[in-house]
């Protein structure tokens, strides 16, 4: 059975920092772009980051450049999410998801986690 699940959100003040990790089961990530994705109240759901696990090639959203890093641990086939320099604009419900063709995109993703509650605040 596939499986994602996400974990490490919780309540943190800003320019705080958090890491996420997304673990699969019943899969290997080996041929698997993973993406994170995060939905805020009253938003719609947007790409974060991804990373292929082919050539460990990453994209990141224009917001989080700088502040955020994905990367991956095969062995433990978990793919994280640092996030440092964390806003208040950043709290949302961050998910996992991965495709197998195409791009990291919310319409092409194959399969998501339940997704993990990080609020920034103070």
């Known amino acids: 059975q596939v499986q994602l699940v996400e974990s490490g959100g919780g309540l943190v003040q800003p320019g705080g920092s958090l890491r996420l990790s997304c673990s699969a089961s019943?899969?290997?990530?080996?041929?698997?772009?993973i993406g994170w994705f995060r939905q805020a109240p009253g938003k719609e759901r947007e790409g974060v980051s991804c990373?292929?696990?082919?050539?460990?090639?990453?994209y990141y959203a224009d917001s989080v450049k700088g502040r955020f890093t994905i990367a991956r641990h095969n062995a433990k086939n978990t793919v994280y999410l640092q996030m440092n320099s964390l806003k208040p604009d950043d709290t949302a419900v961050y998910y996992c998801a991965i495709t197998a063709v195409g791009g990291c995109a919310t319409y092409n993703m194959d399969y998501w986690g339940k997704g993990t509650l990080v609020t920034v605040s103070s």
């Open positions: 990373i292929s696990s082919r050539d460990g090639s990453t």
């Open positions: 019943g899969f290997t990530l080996d041929y698997y772009k």
